[in-house]
């Protein structure tokens, strides 16, 4: 059935039944991943995926249920219902009202077109790929692909309707150095929803450089110094700051940028953008999870912070409109706040490409300094007061030149200070997922073994 009219039809039932109002989400989905190791493959994957979830609002009281199983419909929509009668009122609880979408590219034709025997032989190529690129690299831990096409269907009683198809193509590696005396772990990863912008060899190279360049690293001792964020490195700290803009975190006093609207926050050299309009960006969407339209905006301006990001309820308790970050983990879930795509400006009039080390300007204007190119633990960061502990590896720098890997050495501090100390953005603007940031300069920290 089509998902638009079957939508359509289990809002008109929740209406039917005394509610005031009723959102129904659709996902489908369409799921091949591939895992090889020693030549063979080790894994293979393939599902075939349907859910369906309604909201529903009876007396400013909120309901919800989902099913998998079209034939069992109907108790959802009477499970939605009843529970309705068991929650609490909530003058806040709304759907959004109809506004066109957003023009947003997220479906490549050619998507369609790649077969399992594609996803098996590119698997294959890029275990080989590390494999072959150094004699060091002895093992490849995980070369896994995978594939993902599906659609999602939002209809509401208040004149949403949409339904779009989207997929995307991803790449992880992982693998193993050893020069005899030490062994490094190296890895890499990448998605798009364009799959000529996978490039295997590529991946294969920075995960091997990571591991090679590693190895023979040393303890070094407390020390304070300036430090380079690699990219993905800087990916893991903008991922913290990412949840802490939801308006819903902030609400609940659970963000280290409560009260901070439009307030310096961050280094004025640094700007913050969350784009849901991306061409092909892993976190674009024609609307969010509740039908409001994505847009692009500025989070942070010049290290000021502009404003949190919302969704339908957030906003209407803020007094203020959804900016289109509702997301849903799943269909199983009310919607929830998150960014779209959400990254750091690189420096301008610049090329947007990963350089050499050795002609990465941030290194070159460093006199004694870190090359960060691991950081474990970014995860359990505070998120309520930005505080952090984590273990670091990477690449020691004397008078703009690489000198020796360092491992097992921890820095410490607080999120919005480490950011404030960004003394130079670099050109380097890389994605990991929907999150981006360039390599990042940031004035001395403290170290310690």
Known sequence: MDPVLLADDIA?????????????????????????????????????????????IKNQRQGFSFTTAPESIDDMIDKAVRSADWTAEDKYIDIPEYSPASQALVLDEKIRDIKEDDIIKNALSLERSALDLDARIRKVRKAELGLSIGSTT????????????????????????????????????????RPGDIDLESI?????????????????SNIKVPVILDPSVACDFLSILSSSVSADAVQKKRSFLYGKAGKKIISPLINIIDDGVMPWGTGT??????????????????????????NTYTAKKQGVESTGNASRGSFRGLPGIAVTNFYIEPKQNEKWEMRNRKENKLIKSVSKGLLILDAMGVHTANHVSGDFSVGI???????????????????????????????????????????????LLIGEVDISA
């Open 154 to 193: 939002i209809f509401n009683s208040k004149g949403v309707n949409i339904s779009y198809e989207s997929g995307y193509l991803s790449a992880e590696l992982t693998l193993l150095a050893s020069d005899g005396r030490d062994s490094q772990m190296g890895w890499d990863f990448a998605v798009s929803r």
């Open 12 to 56: 008109a039932k929740a209406l039917k039944k005394g509610c005031d109002s009723a959102e129904v989400y659709i996902k489908t989905a369409k799921r091949l991943s591939v895992e090889a190791k020693d030549n063979a493959i080790e894994a293979l994957e393939s599902s075939r995926d349907l859910g369906i979830s309604l909201k529903v």
């Open 285 to 310: 969407k024609p609307v969010d999870d509740e039908g409001v339209p994505t847009v692009k905006k500025t989070i942070v301006s010049a290290g000021t912070l502009t404003g949190y990001i919302h």
């Open 393 to 439: 590896s990477g690449l020691w720098i004397e008078n703009g030149e690489i000198k020796y890997p360092v491992k097992e050495a921890v820095m410490s501090g607080n999120i919005l200070e480490l950011f404030n100390r960004v003394e130079a953005v670099g050109d380097d603007l890389r994605f990991y997922g929907s999150t981006g940031s360039p390599g």
């Open 204 to 220: 294969a190279r920075r995960a091997g450089q990571r591991a090679v360049s590693l190895l023979g690293a040393k303890k070094i």
